[in-house]
């Protein structure tokens, strides 16, 4: 990638344009042999300055000549290692920072955003005739030639430019696939060689040629390391000091630059170093930057005064860790695991998941997410008010996932937990995790949830779509011996010597139940008596066509127990399944990635919602019709008539055996949400539990209402087309506080 020319704020080396010339060839000649006219010295000159090393061991004048103009003159620049940035949107459209991503911590920036102090003190401290030479500093590859021929080791004189190819070298070598190669690239790289400085000097020549000074220099001041994974000027600014490159005074550039010179050593984050700490006022770093603001003074970049106030400033770091991971985006946390997970599995960025990760990590994406932060600040103030993150006795889990209807957008997802990958924090809790119980196992989920009766929806689907009614009646008796089911997958399908007698949750003893009445009260025996009349592979299917599958990777269940739930499904997927519900049967895959700018500026291909007809348009309509009854006078009354502002909405209620997990599912025209209070580990009765909010049982009543009212109120909602919607019930008001709701009584709960 190459350089591109940037416009200089200074005047060393600039033409009447403003802008620094690339040096060409004569001109590199030129600043290294001085003027000197005959080419005898000049040859002599060509060994000593360019490759000193090899001249004072032994090796001909001739040869070396011959030797370095062989050498490649032309060094590929590849992209900086730069850290990826994940952001939310605000409903003004302003992006909100969830988390940072790096293997380097280095900000690009341009030369406009490096403050003067930066530049002189660079120059000053490394290579006062960084203007004057053509890449390699004759005076100070002297200086470095005497030092190595006295003292027997590669020695110093390395110009700006030079240092910049050794850096360009060796961040070529973080981008090798394996440890090995890196090491192996790096020593190559870094070794102590006469080859070795031969060949940086014939690169630093042919960088001279290319580009210009101004270039160089600011490449060389984003290339540069800091100590540590802090890679750049910019970086380093905001690390050390919380200030940009821009805004640098004079001490702390000169305490910065120090730092290029030996990391290790002059480094400003370790206040316990005996030799370079707080206790000693780090005296070894401010030993450094002494000598370079000296050489400043010396070269008239900075005035007497301005020397002794920076002579005088002590060295204070104001240490900013930077924020890297998803733990950064607290409440959001959960939601940014998702999009790293997302992001591993797009070929887009690599041909493995490592490859991906890695490729994230170094290229400088700006990944603008799908998520809405008005939903998802009111589903975790909800979660907040309604689920503790932990109890003793019962490892209880919340869940809240929001999806757009007809995009496949994912708005909110929250839990109750408190998000971290590091093994100790989490064993000090089980309030900690870094499972996300909203998403499928493979993308740093759990391996799922019974959903319960929310999944009796795909059942009724078939139903509908193999020509039934909602008026239709089936035997609805409870019983032990249901004979032989229907499977064309799997050939027939008979329970009665397992004894499978599935209850009623109230105990309904009807026997004659039609489709819509086994809705509206959620009748297990109702919902058995229709598959008995269908084909549970169907069922199975129909549930595939709505996006659902197991959050472990495994294949649906398809038994006769299915119908009432009992596969693990992730509570994002019935968020996708009930939005495509509300799509009129067209059913849209998740995606949480809008926008992606890579550090070039330019847009990149993102991951798109896949969208699919899952049911007939028409008993899309009559499930709509029936699931909104389920909200009017069903089981969910309760959730319905605390939502406000009121639009057309549907929706399932979902409670699996012995009331361990508990489910309210629906949406309107616009949005569908999940709500669940699910027993992550162990057994527990959320019908003979209380959380501090209320019954434990009823907390997802209390918390679908406020995502939902949020989201209607923002997104609205339309009328479902051909779908008489039942009158909303009025909510009883608080006469003391007219526009405060109070909750509609209790319902009998649905069935297990």
Partial sequence: ???????????????????????????????????????????????????????????????????????????????????????????????????????????????????????????????PRFYEHGGVDLQGTMRGAMTTAFKGSVQGGSSITQQYVKNVLVQKCEMLPTEEEISDCYEAATVTT?????????????????????DILRQYLNIAGFGGRVYGIEAAASYYYGRTAADLTVAQAASLLSIVNNPGKFRLDRPASETNGAANGYQDNRLRRDYILGSMLKYGKITRAEFDAAIAAPVEPNINEPSTGCQTAGANAYFCDYVIHVLAEDPVFGADEEARITNIRRGGFDVYTTLDLDLQNAAITTMNDNVPKSLDGWDVGGVISSVEVGTGRVLAMTQNKDYSQDPEVQAAGNNWSSVNYNTDFATGGSRGFQPGSTYKVFTLAEWLNTGHSLDERVDSAPRSQWGTFNDSCLGPQNYDSEGWSPKNDANESGGNYSALESTIGSINTGFIGMAKRLDLCGIRKMAEAFGVHRADGDPLSQ???????????????????????????????????????????????????KCAQSVSPEADRQ??????????????????????????????????????????????????????????????????????????????????????????AKYGGDPFPGVPIAPVPQAEVDEEDPGQDVPAPDVPDEND
């Fill in 623 to 712: 499930m709509i019709a029936a699931l909104n009854q389920v909200l009017t006078k069903g089981t969910a009354v309760q959730s319905n008539s605390a939502t406000v502002p009121y639009v057309p909405m549907f929706g399932k209620t979902g409670t699996t055996d012995g009331a361990k997990d508990t489910w309210m599912s629906g949406a309107s025209s616009k949005v569908a949400t999940v709500v669940g209070v699910v027993t992550v580990t162990g057994d527990a009765n959320q019908r003979a539990r209380d959380f501090f909010s209320g019954p434990a049982a009823t907390a997802r009543h209390r918390m679908w209402p406020v995502v939902m009212s949020v989201a209607n």
């Fill in 559 to 609: 038994s006769a127990s299915a119908v009432i739930g009992t596969n693990e499904i992730a509570p994002l997927s019935m968020a996708v399944a009930f939005a495509g519900i509300a799509n009129q049967g067209v059913t849209c895959s998740p995606i949480v990635i809008d926008k992606m700018i890579d550090s070039a500026g330019t847009e990149v291909p993102i991951p798109e919602s």
């Fill in 194 to 214: 006469a080859a070795r400085k031969l060949k940086e000097m014939r690169l630093a020549i042919g960088v001279e040629k290319k580009y210009a000074k101004n």
């Fill in 1 to 127: 990638m190459g350089i591109p020319t940037m416009v200089s704020n200074g005047t060393n080396g600039m033409n009447g344009t403003g802008v620094t010339p690339a040096r060409s060839f004569g001109g590199v000649v030129v600043g290294l042999l001085g003027l000197v006219a005959t080419s005898a010295i000049a040859g002599l000159l060509v060994t000593v300055s360019l490759t000193p090393v090899v001249a004072l061991t032994g090796v001909t004048t001739s040869s070396t000549i011959n030797v370095f103009a062989t050498l490649p003159d032309y060094l590929e620049i590849e992209p900086l290692a730069q850290r990826s940035n994940i952001y939310a949107t605000q409903s003004d459209g302003s992006p909100v920072l969830l988390a940072t991503l790096y293997d380097q911590n280095r900000v690009e920036v341009g030369w406009e955003d490096i403050g003067q102090n930066v530049k002189d003190a660079a120059i000053a401290g490394e290579d």
